[in-house]
């Protein structure tokens, strides 16, 4: 599983996901659903300034709607096409049959998991092989995921 907190930085490259300032020092974590215990999931995370922060909490700056509509764009991102096509598939069929390079993120975040090989690749001269094509499913965390962000 990828860390979240790395992840939630390299989704906005070190920035505020709303203004767009890009100081570590004034960065900090913000639950989108705030409840007990926190839910400590990639996808209720969004990195937020000190400021933007502490407005959304006094209602000033950002509202709940502006930060879902910044989050389910900054998860596209970070899936990428492919692996977004790559779980809407699986949804649908129950597996996706995917080259490993193409879906190794969504794998990393717990999103899907390898099931089965459909084929490898054997190199002669060290004798060594590579996954050109690997079954996958959707974990439980793949389907949430899926339907909290209407990802089907």
């Not at 090989?117 to 004798?127: A, G, R, Y």
Request: proline share 2%; glycine share 6%; net charge negative.
């Amino acid at each position: 599983m990828a860390d979240v907190d790395s992840l939630l930085m390299a989704e906005t490259g070190g920035a505020c996901a709303y203004c767009g300032t890009k100081d570590y020092r004034v960065l900090t974590v913000h639950h989108i659903e705030q409840q007990e215990p926190k839910d400590e999931s990639y996808d209720n995370k969004i990195t937020l300034c000190h400021n933007c922060h502490h407005l959304y909490h006094q209602n000033k700056g950002p509202s709940k709607a502006d930060i879902i509509a910044i989050k389910k764009r900054l998860i596209c991102q970070t899936l990428t096409q492919q692996g977004i096509n790559a779980i809407k598939e699986a949804r649908r069929k129950g597996f996706v049959v995917a080259a490993p390079y193409l879906v190794n993120h969504i794998v990393e975040l717990g999103l899907l998991k390898q099931t089965d090989i459909v084929s490898t690749v054997v190199t002669t001269e060290h004798e060594s092989s590579a996954i050109v094509d690997a079954v996958y499913e959707l974990t439980a965390a793949g389907v949430a995921l899926t339907e909290k962000w209407g990802l089907k």
